[in-house]
């Protein structure tokens, strides 16, 4: 729910505290100690028992450069970051929904060119098929939900409860597209939650079971869950925050709830579990393993990688997207990547094929801006040749 974190100006936009933080097996002192110190100072502001932080993971090839983390996960109790915290991670959550399409596709029970009305009905009453390939490139013309009232007059901010089923039904409430499916790119979540719906069809199984059994049990990716109910308790999951400022006090009680100006920190829990376009909730080091995967291609093999980073030409300029994940370029090294960000969350996963280097980037404050410490990351590896 990027978009949804405009509202509020929140987003779109081993040190003095001991982080407990556990190597995976494969890991190897891989920075210099100068590396890791310019890595540490990115998140030196962060890095105190009083304020939300980060979890980071550099990872090259099958091998861990550097992990760990930096400020609490919970500040009631002072709980430390470690890779090992569970963070929500908002829009990045999308490359695992439309691996779960991968999948089905490599079975063979799915195609991109397939009609998504032969397995969401509701969609037939538009007079342009919207397909498959529609819903994973984003441009299919469905209206995203929280552009939209919410029928119950209620706002989309996440304190209020809402979830995928409520989203759908708002989004196709509206008898008409906003445009013709492949005429234009336009960001929306209920793309994605269409596509879980699709999956769920398909495979007889809730999108939560087929996710676990078939992606994340298979590459180990052992605490990573479809958090689709908000009641689910999640090991070490951390607690999202976001600036006690006047603007940002302001602008929650325009939303109407009542939040008082003293205090450093606003408490944000996600009361929507809304899955698809987000939802997913893990951490550094199950990131560590899907990242390795995609230079190692153990899991799902050529072909998996090719679906998964598939680009495609519609009637508009924007083709740099594949499954979940976009294409670009920094300092003239390309990259893929898609970052993520919701009310307490800020999130990024970039990878630079060419020189088989992720980086893993986690925050559980709303303004964490985790694809630009991604970027000074880089900055720190590329001065050192290592990207």
Known sequence: MRSLALLFCFLISLSVYPQGTKKAPNSIAGLSAQQKNKTDAIFKEYNKKNSPGYAIGIVKDSQILY????????????????VNSSFDIASVSKQFTAACIALLI??????????ASKFI?????????????????????????????????????????????????????QDTLAFKPGDKWDYCNVNFMLLTKIVEKVSGQSFSEFSRKRLFGPLGMTHTIINDDITTVIKDRVTPY???????????????????????????PRNSPTYGGS?????????????????SKKFGGQQFYDLMHKTMKFNHDIDNQSFGLY?????????????????GISS????????????????????????????????????????
């Open 106 to 115: 490599m079975d063979g029970k799915l195609s991109l060119e397939m009609p």
């Open 121 to 173: 009905p509701e969609l037939a009453k538009y007079k342009d098929t919207i397909r498959i390939k529609h819903l994973i490139y984003n441009t299919s013309g469905i209206i995203d939900y929280f552009k939209l009232p919410r029928p119950d007059g209620k706002t989309w901010i996440t304190f209020n409860y809402f979830d995928i089923d409520y989203c759908i039904k708002t989004s196709l409430a």
């Open 348 to 387: 990024q996963l970039i990878r630079f094929p060419d020189s088989k280097i992720a980086i893993i980037v986690l925050s559980n404050l709303g303004t964490g801006g985790a694809a630009d410490k991604a970027n000074r990351i880089a900055d720190v590896l590329i001065a050192n040749k290592t990207l």
């Open 67 to 82: 992990a760990r983390g930096y400020g609490s996960a919970n500040l009631d109790y002072e709980i430390p970051i470690t």
């Open 327 to 343: 294409f670009g370029k920094y300092k003239n090294r390309t990259y893929v990547a898609w970052d993520g960000g919701d009310f």
């Open 242 to 268: 976001n600036k006690r400022t006047k603007e940002y006090v302001d602008a929650y009680r325009k939303e109407g709830i009542y939040v008082s100006y003293d205090g450093d920190w606003i408490q944000h």
């Open 279 to 295: 939802g997913v909730a893990t951490t550094v080091n199950d990131l560590v393993k899907w990242s390795e995967n995609f230079f």
